[in-house]
């Protein structure tokens, strides 16, 4: 059974950087390279909302409150998705989770579209 498996969070000043990795286990890396996977977060009180994906092709795309910020990235033999976070704004606050949805293309942001999800992990900004 594939799980994914999310490095610990942390807190940071406005303006600065964190990286944020999540290992896939229970799957060869031929077939986790075939897949989409995705970063979505949730912040107190909100909808949880797509940050970055991948697709199996390497594709990456970003929402529009991180485009230019974010950078989603993935290690395949590794079995390593990550979200390298360039200037952080308090915004960014929220509870942070990899996902992998089994499909080649990702196409779309909807969470709701993905199949298996990490335990999540907090990312705190603070000014």
């Known amino acids: 059974q594939v799980q994914l498996v999310e490095s610990v969070g942390g807190s940071v000043q406005a303006g600065g950087s964190l990286r944020l990795s999540c290992v896939a286990s229970?799957?060869?890396?031929?077939?986790?390279?075939?897949?989409?996977m995705g970063w979505f977060r949730q912040a107190p009180g909100k909808e949880r909302e797509g940050v970055a994906d991948?697709?199996?092709?390497?594709?990456?795309n970003y929402a529009d409150i991180v485009k230019g910020r974010f950078t989603i990235s993935k290690d395949n033999a590794k079995k390593n998705l990550y979200l390298q976070m360039n200037s952080l704004k308090t915004e960014d606050t929220a509870m942070y989770y990899c996902?992998?949805?089994?499909?080649?293309?990702?196409?779309?942001?909807?969470?709701?579209?993905?199949?298996?999800w990490s335990q999540g992990t907090q990312v705190t900004v603070s000014d």
């Open positions: 229970g799957e060869s890396y031929s077939t986790y390279s075939r897949y989409c």
């Open positions: 996902a992998r949805r089994y499909s080649l293309y990702c196409n779309g942001m909807g969470s709701t579209l993905y199949n298996i």
């Open positions: 991948i697709s199996g092709d390497g594709t990456t």
